[in-house]
């Protein structure tokens, strides 16, 4: 059984660029929830994903928007990035209705240079 | 609103030895409670979880937790650490259910350090 997978692990972007990350949740979850990490920072809620909407949103700039498809799978766009950005992007998976377990996948690392 | 305090950035400890590691949260609704432990350059392992029922609550690699309603504190220890338990280690809160469902608020972390 495939954990969530992270796509790509590793990415430098130049400031003012766009960059989209992406997340497969575990087989059986329906909802994605994307986190933020600054390095030595706990993570930062970004927005959660369900049927293919935003449910909930965290305190980040209209720069950051998502989107989820029919299989579950969702990625994380930002737009005109900032030096600030720079960051491991963590997504996580659960079941809306069920165990509260949230399991993460290992993250992409962005460098905005 | 939801927050939690980590009450310790960097806890040293030797091989072998006892381990607490504090984390305090406030929250105006009854709340789950979580401890992650993260490796360098690895996302998020779930350690154990607290959703009702037993205040004391086992999970991986031999680490505990204990809810404390009154004092809002959800500790983790472990009675004897070794060397692969150095890593950064979150606590994290949610509500249940709800539009707040599925929305984590994590602490600052602790760095765990075990020294031979």
């Known amino acids: 059984d495939a954990g969530v997978t992270q796509s790509p692990t590793h990415l430098i972007k130049t400031r003012g660029q766009q960059v989209t990350l992406r997340c497969s949740p575990k087989?059986?979850?329906?909802?994605v929830s994307w986190y933020q990490q600054a390095l030595g920072q706990g993570p930062q809620f970004i927005f959660q994903?369900?049927?293919?909407?935003?449910?909930q949103r965290g305190n980040f700039p209209d720069r950051f928007s998502g989107h989820q498809f029919p299989n579950y799978s969702s990625e994380l766009n930002v737009n005109a990035l900032l030096l600030g950005d720079s960051a491991l992007y963590l997504c996580a998976s659960t079941r809306l209705a069920g165990n509260p377990e949230a399991f993460f996948g290992q993250g992409t690392r962005l460098t905005v240079v | 609103a939801q927050s939690v305090t980590q009450l310790d950035s960097q806890v040293p400890v030797f091989e072998e030895a006892p381990v607490e590691l504090r984390c305090n949260y406030s929250?105006?609704?009854?709340?789950?409670l979580f401890w992650y432990v993260q490796y360098p350059n690895q996302g998020l392992q779930l350690l154990l979880k607290y959703l009702s029922g037993s205040t004391l609550v086992k999970g991986i690699n031999g680490f505990e937790a204990e809810f404390n309603k009154s004092q809002t504190s959800f500790h983790l220890r472990k009675p004897s650490v070794h060397i692969s338990d150095t890593a950064e280690y979150f606590c994290?809160?949610?509500?249940?259910?709800?539009?707040?469902?599925?929305?984590?608020?994590f602490g600052q972390g602790t760095e765990l350090s075990v020294k031979p």
């Open positions: 087989s059986g979850h329906d909802t």
């Open positions: 929250s105006s609704v009854s709340v789950y």
């Open positions: 994903y369900y049927e293919e909407e935003e449910r």
């Open positions: 994290a809160v949610r509500a249940p259910g709800g539009n707040q469902g599925g929305k984590l608020i």
